[in-house]
């Protein structure tokens, strides 16, 4: 299934045009964040635009404390959007731990969240940036770890983030294939190329191996693509082009 994470589109409303052009360019589905369905009025809008534009949305992402503190709340709002996985999909640098004991205790702590999410038949994950892929002094590296601390957790892999936190995507697919279960299509600008998009690029239009790296994914359980990009300039004309990159892979 090929998606859209709608965070690429938040500089362009109204989300309606967004949800219909990304319909008319041949998109299955969008992924949400938790911007969108802040409040009931919200997930009440967000799920009319999706049922006038035919998207679906099976994956979402959503606050780790919005979880701990709220599950009931986040499983209603899954529910009324369609949404079947959750990954929880950042954290702050203040929060970040400093060591491995910390970011195992992070990973139980995502796997403790995770209960009720799983207990409801939902799927349960993390999204990685740079940060987690970047070793810490003794040479352990975030991610590991966290997975350490979470033996259940799904992963919703952003390999363009992999590559930014210095790292090779095709061993950590290799090395967590079993855990993949989603995966963000973004590209990286050639060196000192996209500087207005923060070094983004359009898929297809980038440095990233993504021929390589799909063909490891399909070996996975990954069945939903998501295309996104953090800046776009212009996001019909990342939409388009990327989505045709994506059917080209």
């Not at 919005?66 to 899954?78: F, G, M, N, T």
């Not at 995770?114 to 038949?121: E, F, N, Q, V």
């Not at 349960?124 to 970047?134: C, S, T, V």
């Not at 991610?143 to 033996?151: A, S, V």
């Amino acid at each position: 299934m090929l998606s859209y994470q709608l965070y690429s589109s938040r500089n362009f409303p109204p989300l309606g045009d967004t949800l219909a052009m990304l319909a008319e360019l041949g998109y299955d589905a969008v992924e949400g964040y938790s911007a969108l369905y802040a409040d009931d009025a919200q997930v009440a809008a967000l799920t009319a635009a999706l049922g006038n534009s035919g998207l679906a949305m099976p994956t979402g992402h959503f606050g780790l404390a919005q979880i701990e503190s709220a599950p009931d709340k986040v499983l209603a709002i899954a529910r009324a959007l369609g949404i079947g996985r959750i990954y929880c999909p950042y954290l702050m640098p203040d929060d970040r731990p400093t060591d491995a004991a910390g970011w195992r205790a992070f990973g139980a702590r995502l796997q403790a969240a995770g209960r009720p999410i799983r207990a409801a038949g939902l799927g349960f994950g993390w999204h990685n940036h740079d940060f987690e892929l970047r070793p810490l002094p003794d040479g352990q590296v975030p991610q590991d770890l966290i997975f350490e601390g979470g033996p259940d957790l799904e992963w919703e892999i952003d390999a363009a983030w992999v590559v930014r936190g210095g790292a090779d995507p095709a061993a950590w697919i290799a090395r967590y294939a079993p855990r993949i279960t989603a995966a963000h299509l973004k590209d990286i600008a050639p060196a000192g190329q996209n500087a207005g998009e923060d070094g983004w690029a359009d898929l297809g239009a980038g440095t990233v191996p993504w021929t390589a790296l799909m063909a490891q994914l399909r070996q996975t359980p990954c069945d939903v693509f998501i295309v996104e990009h953090d800046n776009p300039s212009d996001h019909a004309r990342f939409a388009r082009r990327s989505f045709q990159a994506a059917k080209g892979l």
